[in-house]
């Protein structure tokens, strides 16, 4: 099974349903992280040096992972997933592959930052904003809520990224938050607002500083 966690960022851990593992008696464990190597590996070696127990890091996309691990099922060599976004933590809990977590270990995180099962515990939270360039546009110009952006003033002059998974994770908030109708008409509304495209995060605040783009919601 597999023992999870996820805010914006999402940790999960997985083990196989027998009594003890080769890795056990190793002393080791074995992290697939959706999260980059860059972020998290300085804290996997920091969590070695202070246990003893050595940690072999897989890293990819979190979808992918996920799947991964789903297909793996009890014979998955993980230990813990860390995903970045909600969506591919949900994956992995509802096929059934997470495991509770040590209620000692998360009783000191608060009931909304976990699942009503701990199968799953927030470790990071993740702020949507919009980026501008503060040597062209005044801080009395810039848009002080997300719905603003379609208003006709903003028209073609506003970037986001809606294949990236944390943009899918911020509709979804607003499903969950909002309603349905009003993520669905502000998602029409951006369109026909002449809203640009980009595949990542990174490039439209690159967008920005160049002045391609005078907001980003990233």
Known sequence: MIASAVLVLGLATACSSGETTAKESDNSITVYSGRSEELIQPILDAFTKQTGIAVEARYGDSAELA???????????????????AGALGAVAEAGSLGALPIGSIDAIPAEYRASDNTWVGVTGRARVIAYDGRTIKADEVPTSVLDLTKPKYKGQVAIAPTNASFQAFVTAMRLGEGEDVAKK??????????KSYEKNSQILDAVDKGQIDFGLI
Not at 76 to 85: E, I, K, Y
């Open 67 to 85: 799947a991964q691990l789903i297909e793996e099922g009890d014979k998955t060599p993980a230990d813990v997933f860390l995903s970045q976004d």
């Open 186 to 195: 502000w998602l029409e509304d951006m369109k026909a607002n002449g809203v």
